[in-house]
């Protein structure tokens, strides 16, 4: 059976060539890079190389780049490191933010912050003006994420930073899903500091980097060394660091052009054939990566597993909150129905994904659906009525 492997957003596959690199940093070149003998200093050297790698992609400075354990520290690192430098305030947010980021701003809020959470519309947008309208003289920071892990859009940060660097407050944003897919510059956007994580781009897990501006003043979360500018003490874990930058370095636009191609394919080859499904998200401001369909009357659960026996990995709403029988908050801020949202599916490519797999997927599709709703006592109550005038609530 072939296998097809489109859950990307959740994580994917070491690129063998980062893997290379990481064995030579366990084996050969394991000296800690505060150590002053020349194994120590080849290792400083190198960790300072990955942390160039990993700003020019950006268009940062080398200095500007701390290496963390991934996109959840990092956010962690900047929103809390923010807020309690500056001890109270307002922070402004969105309600499609990954857990990281609302999470973190929840536990702020028990703590005194108060937390804007602005909504989106239908295609998955900020309104940039509900936005600046938030802004008060007790605004200390905006968080608003660059390509969401859920449906892929892109929110416009040139005009976030625009409106952030009028008001002089401090901008982070969560370039998790966007860091190598989509073009990040952290001058032209005015960001303060950006989020990263190798597993999302074919490095190790337990990885990341923060990009914090010169100048910004943050907080540390832990306590201990002086490694990482005093912000994130205990030995870097190089190996891991090491095939992040090298896998930083891969990604190509032909990758990019490609995966785009692939993931048009795949959309029209499902919207244009089932029945009653629709996209998630803007069609045209999206990641190269992501498609996320709803399906009506049937449960996103049960054409995951369907999918999963024809070899082929998806997932419904985000891996984080998959466990959870909550629709996912992302599409019921879109205002689509529990329904609706528990109907979605959502697939992630990567620089990997082959015109044959995408085929073989929707191929998949288009025979799972019909034979789950075949199948489904939503569908057969439905027969005579619309969607619409369906009692969703006990549906
Ligand atoms: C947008 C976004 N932010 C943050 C994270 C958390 O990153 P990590 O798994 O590296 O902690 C993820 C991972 O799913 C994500 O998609």
């Not at 390509?147 to 009028?166: H, P, T």
């Not at 990885?207 to 005093?230: F, M, N, P, R, W």
């Not at 025979?367 to 005038?389: A, C, F, Q, Y």
Request: proline share 3%; aromatic share 4%.
């Amino acid at each position: 059976m072939m296998e097809v492997y489109l859950d990307n957003g959740a994580t994917t596959k070491v690129d063998p060539r980062a893997v290379d690199v990481m064995i030579s940093f366990m084996l050969k070149d394991y000296g800690n890079p505060s150590s002053v003998h020349s194994l120590g200093q080849n290792a400083e050297e190198h960790l300072e190389k990955a942390r160039e790698t990993i700003a020019l992609k950006v268009n940062a400075k080398r200095d500007e780049i701390i290496f963390t354990s991934g996109g959840t520290e990092s956010d962690n690192l900047a929103i809390r490191g923010v807020a309690h430098k500056k001890g109270s305030g307002h922070i402004i947010t969105s309600k499609i933010e990954h857990p990281a980021v609302l999470n973190t701003c929840k536990r702020l809020e028990n703590e005194g912050f108060s937390v804007t959470y602005l909504g989106v519309d239908k295609e998955g947008f900020i309104d940039i003006k509900e936005l600046e309208d938030a802004i008060t003289d007790k605004t200390i920071l905006i968080s608003i994420m660059h390509v969401n892990n859920e449906i892929g859009v892109i929110q416009d940060l040139e005009s976030i930073g625009r409106i952030a660097k009028e008001k002089g407050v401090i901008f982070h944003s969560d370039t998790v899903q966007s860091f190598t897919k989509v073009p990040i510059d952290v001058e032209k956007m005015n960001l303060s500091m950006a989020s990263f994580a190798s597993h999302k781009i074919h490095g190790p897990k337990g990885v990341g980097a923060l990009y914090i501006k010169k100048g910004i003043g943050i907080d540390k979360l832990l306590y201990g060394g002086h490694q990482e500018k005093d912000l994130r003490p205990g030995t870097q874990n190089m190996p891991a660091i090491m095939g992040f930058a090298k896998a930083a370095e891969l990604m190509t636009d032909d990758d990019l052009a490609r995966m785009q191609k692939l993931r048009d394919r795949l959309a029209e080859g499902i919207l244009d054939e089932v029945k009653d499904c629709f996209l998630n998200g803007s069609k045209d401001k999206r990641s190269v990566n992501n498609v996320n369909i709803s399906f009506r009357y049937i449960e996103g659960e049960s054409i995951l597993l369907h999918l999963d026996m024809h070899g082929i990995s998806v997932s419904t709403g985000s891996a984080c909150s998959s466990q959870s029988l909550r629709p996912s908050h992302v599409l019921t801020a879109l205002g689509l129905k529990a329904e609706e949202a528990h109907g979605s599916v959502r697939f992630t490519l990567s620089r990997f994904t082959t015109e044959a797999e995408i085929d073989h997927t929707i191929e998949a599709v288009r025979s799972v659906i019909p034979d789950l709703r075949k199948m489904s006592p939503l569908k057969k109550g439905m027969e005579d009525m619309k969607w619409d005038e369906v009692d969703h609530d006990h549906a």
